[in-house]
């Protein structure tokens, strides 16, 4: 145990010990503190601004008030977090809503990784350097001097097609294969009409005949590898768009909230085996963390600019507190001077925001199954079985219904009737509706992408483009 958990630990039993000599006693004191199974703890995390959750669950007590002691470590990148979850070295972690299901049904590194709690909704952005900006705005109507926004892909695609035809590659970056930036900034370029490769299960590259080839960089490295002209734009979280502004170097032309208006981004994920051999712990962190989002969102985010402090520590995030606050307090800076009132860019609470719902999950593996990295034919009825196997809404509500009893949040905060399903939705950028419930149906109607039986492989790749 670190000398910090020592402390903490020193700290809950002196105040454990106060409370039984008290004569008064909150509603909170009065419930019995669930009998955890292990109580250090070790959670990874990537530096972002939606890790939040967890650094204030840290900053806030709320771990300590279920009797566990955490320790939060930063983590160099996915790849290397998920590993360390799946080998035990980390209890668990902050991670991207497509981890779990990818490592759960053998895309990439296998291994039964659940998810009991999302972490936020929206979050991200797509950036492109200031040349493929100046050559957008050309294709852009504009009022009163500022573009229109949303801004659709359809502003880049003579970009691209520019580059195509003077045998240039177009390059963009993008944090892991099975990201939410990976499948937002692919959704955004094939809404405009460009193309952004298949994965097959001989090519996982995903730039099978791409027209803008997309490839992994880590959160932090975004700006820098921007700034050098190796890729000419990214979609990543937060605050890496912001960044690209403050240095100059690059323009944020879309929000994920506008790909897909309260979509959901990241997850915490913990194997299958630790929740099962620690059933009352996985309940202790989910209530620190259902409490921690709605430390961030009570009072119209007025503990936002609080929360903004806390990240930028080098512990946590390790940005400029100016740039974190350009998109954690409701507004968020496109070209430089146009900063614009986006109160919902970052969600960690309202809208059922910690609801694992299975129609997420969903999403995610329509897009899987769209551009190649589920290389066969799934019927309805898998989706619903992989999305069960690895969401636990089950564990979420149970930890809910202790918090309702324990006073720290209202009974109306959760939806309890819900089935896991959201009703279909057509607020993408594209206005195609979405029904999680017939995930083939949509998979068939959109424009780019595999189809039904379809497939990528040697033989069929070039018709799959027709």
Not at 175 to 191: D, G, I, K, M, Q
Request: hydrophobic share 40%; proline share 6%; with cysteine.
């Amino acid at each position: 145990m670190t000398l910090k958990n020592c402390l903490q630990k020193t700290r809950k039993n002196i105040y454990a010990s106060l409370l039984l000599i008290s004569c008064s006693f909150s509603i909170a004191a009065e419930t019995e503190m669930l009998d955890v199974e292990k109580d250090e703890l070790k959670f990874g995390f990537i530096k972002l601004t939606d890790m939040a959750p967890l650094a204030i669950a840290y900053e806030m007590g709320y771990f300590e008030d279920e009797g566990l002691f955490v320790t939060l470590e930063p983590q160099a990148n996915w790849k290397v977090l998920l590993d360390r979850v799946i080998t035990g070295e980390l209890d668990g972690a902050h991670m991207l809503a497509g981890q779990p299901l990818a490592a759960t049904i053998g895309f990439g590194t296998e291994a039964h990784i659940v998810t009991p709690i999302s972490m936020d909704l929206n979050g991200n952005g797509i950036t492109v350097s200031n040349e493929v900006w100046e050559m957008m705005k050309e294709n852009i109507p504009h009022e009163n001097g500022k573009p229109v926004h949303p801004i659709k892909a359809d502003a880049l695609k003579p970009v691209v097609d520019k580059f195509m035809d003077e045998g240039k590659p177009f390059n963009m970056g993008m944090v892991f294969p099975v990201s939410t930036h990976n499948y937002e900034l692919r959704y955004w370029l094939a809404s405009g009409g460009i193309h952004p490769g298949y994965y097959s299960p001989t090519d996982v590259s995903g730039q099978i005949k791409a027209e803008a080839l997309l490839s992994v960089t880590p959160p932090p490295q975004m700006p820098s590898t921007l700034e050098a002209g190796t890729i000419h734009g990214y979609c990543v979280g937060e605050p890496w768009n912001q960044q690209a502004v403050f240095k100059g170097i690059g323009v944020p032309v879309i929000t994920d909230y506008e790909i897909w208006k309260d979509n959901p981004e990241k997850v915490f994920g913990l194997t299958k085996a630790f929740t099962e051999e620690n059933p009352n712990t996985t309940i202790a962190i989910v209530k620190a963390m259902i409490r921690a989002a709605k430390w961030l969102d009570e009072n119209d985010n007025a503990n936002r600019l609080e929360a903004v402090e806390i990240l930028s520590r080098s512990e946590y995030v390790g940005a400029d507190a100016e740039v974190i606050a350009n998109s954690m307090t409701g507004t968020f800076e496109y070209e430089k001077g146009d900063k614009r009132d986006v109160p919902d860019f970052n969600v960690f609470y309202r809208y059922y925001a910690t609801y694992p719902y299975y129609s997420d999950a969903v999403w995610y593996l329509t897009q899987m199954r769209r551009w190649g990295q589920i290389a066969e034919h799934k019927d309805d009825a898998w989706f619903d079985e992989v999305a069960k196997s690895v969401y636990q809404p089950e564990i979420y509500l149970e930890a809910a219904k202790l918090l309702v009893a324990e006073g720290y949040v209202a009974e109306e905060d959760f939806p309890w009737d819900t089935d896991g399903y959201r009703a279909p939705t057509n607020e993408f950028i594209d206005g195609i509706t979405y029904d999680g419930k017939r995930p083939n149906a949509y998979i068939d109607s959109l424009k780019i992408g595999l189809k039904a039986k379809q497939r990528v492989d040697d033989t069929d790749v070039s018709m799959l483009m027709k």
